[in-house]
Nanobody, 110 residues
Framework: QVQLVESGGGLVQPGGSLRLSCTAS????????VGWHRQAPGKQREWVAV??????NYRASVRGRFTISADNAKNTVYLQMNNLQPEDTGVYYC?????WGQGIQVTVSS
């Protein structure tokens, strides 16, 4: 059974930073690509970043502020988010293949 568990969310002021973590069981991140998606209140879910092997890609609005990385030994993927803005607020999901985590809240507000 595949399980993805996110952690690291919370409330931060504009310009602040958070690091999200996603730890998997039942699946190897070294083999499967991993992505982060998010859903803001009242909006559709959107893709944020992805890592496949050592190749990364980002949606334009987060490029240069967010960094996705992986620790294959820990089967964990991270999303370092810097210079957070109110429009980054939402529930962030870790995704690998057809498997989704439960989501974690990120709120950027003064």
């Amino acid at each position: 059974q595949v399980q993805l568990v996110e952690s690291g969310g919370g409330l931060v002021q504009p310009g602040g930073s958070l690091r999200l973590s996603c730890t998997a069981s039942g699946i190897s991140f070294a083999i499967s690509g991993v992505g982060w998606h998010r859903q803001a209140p009242g909006k559709q879910r959107e893709w944020v970043a992805v890592i496949i092997s050592s190749t990364t890609n980002y949606r334009a609005s987060v490029r240069g502020r967010f960094t996705i990385s992986a620790d294959n030994a820990k089967n964990t993927v991270y999303l370092q988010m810097n210079n957070l803005q109110p429009e980054d607020t939402g529930v962030y999901y870790c995704v690998s293949g057809q498997n989704w985590g439960q989501g974690i809240q990120v709120t950027v507000s003064s």
